[in-house]
């Protein structure tokens, strides 16, 4: 599998089942895409989350009638409790061309990871399903170890903004911004005072 950051927005993303496993994937993508949930049922988890809801029997649907559901579809999560009816869904994905996760069951052609989201970074974590709670753990490590992330971005392009008016020689702008990067001092200031770390930054190695 490759790995890849895909726009939604104005995506239709179909999420086959109505409980909580279902309303933990149509939290991942309701943001962005147009989410649709077909369930005979709905887990109260769903509340608040903005997604359509198509009330069926999935077990007694006909091949037929879930194709026409995937009419137009670019995305379909099965996320029932049932992984044969997980895997007919799969397949008729598969046969109309449809990307397909599968929450249980034979493995789709797509894996929908953790996820580490800030003002400024997006990382997706996977292990291809073989632990969840490894990509969980990652996931709040990364959390937690790196709460000041986002105000490095900012600093970072603040800087990088100036070194390109300062500094004609790329692989020294380069140098300049790994140096900021991994000084420790400016990282501790950057959770207490933004401005007091950049002042640092740009006295330490700007001014240099």
């Known amino acids: 599998m490759i790995p890849l950051m895909l726009d939604l927005t ?8 109505g409980g909580g496993v279902g309303a933990r994937k149509a939290a991942h ?11 005979r049922s709905f887990s109260p988890r769903f509340d608040g989350l903005s997604v ?5 029997d999935l077990a007694s649907l006909p091949d037929d009638a879930i194709v026409e559901l995937l009419d137009g579809a670019f995305l379909a999560v099965a996320a029932t409790p049932d992984p044969a009816l997980n895997n007919r869904i799969g397949r008729l994905c598969a046969s109309a061309g449809v990307l397909f996760n599968n929450a249980a ?17 997006l990382i997706a974590i996977s292990t291809g399903g073989k632990s969840p709670a490894v990509s969980r753990y990652l996931r709040m490590r990364l959390e937690s170890e790196y709460a000041d992330l986002d105000r490095m971005i900012d600093l970072q392009e603040e800087m990088r903004s100036i070194l390109r008016e300062t500094e004609p020689v790329q692989a020294e702008r380069s140098r300049t911004l790994w140096k900021i990067l991994l000084d420790d001092e400016i990282r501790e200031l950057l959770a207490l005072d933004y401005g007091r770390a950049r002042e640092l930054a740009i006295t330490r190695y700007l001014h240099a």
């Open 52 to 56: 359509r809801r198509h009330e069926t």
């Open 29 to 39: 993508f309701e943001h962005e895409a147009e989410v649709t949930v077909i369930s």
């Open 10 to 17: 104005g995506r239709r993303v179909l999420i086959f089942g």
């Open 105 to 121: 069951g034979k493995p789709g052609d797509v894996i929908i990871p953790s996820v580490v989201r800030g003002r400024n970074y």
